[in-house]
């Protein structure tokens, strides 16, 4: 049931959206923002009866007073939040979900395309995939996205070429009165071009309350390659509702490191792959050490509708305090996906006495030829294994952090990018 107050916030929604269409020009995406704000009316907020979302409840997010734009750009912004030692990146900032050019780098690389997206409007990708993938689906975070979205960023690489180092985006929350934002994204990786992009969310010290809207779509043409990384360090004031959608295409790779630290209150991943051609390979890889009352929920989908496809994903929750964690994880093998290779796996270690961990891993399999697994486990400190280090002059403290890295391994072993692995351990070792 929707409170009065959110019904206000969804009022101030649906006056917002009006205000623009009165004051805007004839735009190219106002029939689509039109169609999108319709479908988010027609379903407004998800509720806990919802399935997707019995674990998740944006009542509270929800009935708080926002803001719906940030203030003027600051020229600064505290950038070493989200350093990562040892990388040698290309910087793409973004304060408050607008796109900042005093605070990123120029990226004078040929074939690399780096514009805020209320500039990418006129370009070729852009018209051709933008709200193709996301819209969709049934998530009216999505909808509300695309009907009010005020910016973001356009990254599109050119066919055959290859990126020297990593595209480094940080979105900083900086707000100090409670925003409500909507930050929309969309990557275009030619065909057998390669990149790697490293995305870290970030809280300014002095930021208050907000909850940020995120949708991202990526396109991974015939041959190409995208390395993802998304680590949230936020401060406790954050809360994310992240959305990204990926379509690929033939002999393509996508490989999702997905990341979430101690720090933001509440944060609802959703990751949803769709294989629609064959010789396709996705890997989603994904750790949540949580603590304090922090709420994380991954739900991810991996939709396999060609054949000779493979997808290997592989998510491991730590539970300190009294936080929450959950993992939905679909794997969905249509009929003409015969020679499908797929597994899914998560694990979970509960540290925290009243921690909980809710997780549902589902593999639904419409074709007879295939290879498929998936699982799940939950557990706690190997009491054995803790005794082992400590009759070896270990300290409590240090045993419980090597069986939490080497419990942790199996995940960022698999990161292609050391500097990224050697930062996220560091992350693991700090969270405990």
């Known amino acids: 049931m929707i409170t009065q107050v959110t019904e206000s916030l969804y009022n101030q929604l649906t006056r917002a959206y009006e205000e623009d269409r009165a004051v805007q020009a004839p735009h190219p995406l106002g029939e689509l923002r039109k169609l999108a704000f319709e479908r988010f009316k027609q379903t407004g ?14 009542q509270p997010l929800l009935n708080q007073p926002y803001t719906l734009a940030g203030a003027d750009q600051p020229l600064h912004a505290d950038l070493a939040l989200a350093a990562i030692p040892g990388l040698d990146a290309y910087r793409i900032v973004l304060v408050d979900g607008v796109f900042s050019e005093a605070l990123s780098d120029s990226v004078p690389v040929a074939g690399l395309t780096v514009l805020p997206m209320e500039k990418a409007i006129d370009e070729l990708a852009f018209t051709k995939h933008f709200a193709e993938y996301a819209d ?106 992240n959305h990204i959608e990926v379509y690929q295409e033939k002999h393509s790779l996508y490989n999702n490191y997905n990341c979430s630290f101690p720090g933001a209150s509440f944060v609802r991943n959703n990751i949803n792959v769709r294989l629609d051609a064959s010789e396709v390979e996705s890997h989603l890889y ?16 991996v939709d396999h509708l060609k054949p000779h496809c493979e997808s290997y994903e592989w998510y491991k929750n730590i539970t300190q305090d009294t936080s929450t964690a959950v993992f939905n994880g679909k794997i969905f093998v249509r009929e003409d996906a015969q020679k499908t290779n797929a597994f899914q796996q998560n694990n979970n270690m ?67 990018n050391d500097t990224v692995r050697k930062y996220v351990e560091h992350l693991v070792e700090e969270g405990l």
């Open 45 to 58: 907020f998800p509720t806990v009866k919802w399935e997707d979302w019995k674990y998740t409840n944006t």
């Open 136 to 241: 969709k689906t049934d998530n009216p975070f999505v909808a509300l996205n695309t009907a009010l979205f005020k910016s973001g960023v356009f990254i599109s690489l050119a066919p055959d070429a290859v990126l020297d180092k990593p595209v480094h985006i940080i979105h900083v929350a900086a707000a100090e009165t409670p925003l409500f934002a909507q930050v929309r994204n969309l990557y275009v990786v030619g065909r057998h071009a390669e990149m790697e992009i490293i995305e870290s969310l970030v809280t300014e010290g002095g930021a208050t309350q907000y909850l940020n809207n995120h949708v991202s779509e990526i396109v991974v043409h015939e041959g190409g390659k995208l390395q993802h990384y998304a680590l949230q360090v936020a401060g406790e004031s954050g809360n994310y509702l």
């Open 286 to 301: 994904g750790i949540a050490l949580t603590a304090g009352n922090q709420f994380v929920d991954n739900h991810t989908i």
């Open 350 to 416: 509960l540290i925290g006495e009243q921690s909980a961990v809710y997780t549902k891993p589902q593999l639904e399999i419409f074709a007879d030829d295939v290879k498929c697994s998936h699982g799940c486990t939950i557990g706690q400190f190997d009491p054995e294994a803790l005794f082992y280090l400590r009759a070896r002059g270990i300290s409590e403290a240090q045993a419980r952090v090597l069986l939490v890295h080497a419990f942790a391994f199996d995940v960022t072993s698999r990161f292609a």
